[in-house]
């Protein structure tokens, strides 16, 4: 007589499951960890914030390379300091206000994204708007940074 031992289909299951998720946690666990790279949004309120204190070289770090390679760290400061001034008018803290794509007549697209000081969100007319331009969609570096105007409207 032979006899058959049969499992029963459920604890089969089951046993196979956490065997799988044993050999995937294994895998995990071995593979490198790759450090996350911020987004463009974090690198470029993160560089502006660096400007409005004053922390010049933090910035610079996070310019494009083609960008360090023609601006020197003194040419940078000059070109940040008004920017640095309008934050010690209207106080450091930023929101995001947009982001978007421009259209170059080149019909080059760089990736862009600006700011208000928080001292200017809740009026009908910001005064400023902070802009910084990435190369492109997957860029971590900036490319060029500035102070927009904000359109002034006159009543007639």
């Known amino acids: 007589m032979t006899t058959t031992s049969h499992t029963p289909r459920g604890v089969l ?3 196979h499951k956490a065997l799988m998720l ?4 294994c895998i995990l666990l071995v593979l490198p960890v790759a450090a996350s790279q ?6 470029a309120r993160q560089f502006l914030i660096a ?4 922390d010049y070289p933090k910035a610079y770090a996070l310019l ?5 390679a023609a601006v020197s760290p003194a040419q ?3 070109a940040a300091l008004p920017l640095h001034e309008q934050g010690r008018r209207y106080g450091q803290p930023i929101d995001l206000y947009k982001l978007g794509v421009r259209i170059e007549d080149s019909g080059n697209t760089r990736f862009f994204y600006s700011f208000l000081f928080k001292s ?3 009026k009908p007319v910001p005064k400023v708007q902070l802009d910084v331009t990435f190369r492109d969609s997957t860029a971590t570096r900036v490319l060029s940074f500035g102070m927009i105007p904000a359109l002034q409207t006159t009543s007639k």
């Open 13 to 15: 299951c089951k046993r």
């Open 22 to 25: 044993t050999a995937l946690l």
């Open 38 to 43: 911020p987004s463009q949004v974090q690198v």
């Open 51 to 54: 400007i409005l204190r004053g």
């Open 64 to 68: 494009a390379p083609e960008v360090v």
């Open 76 to 78: 940078f400061r000059s």
């Open 120 to 122: 200017d969100t809740l």
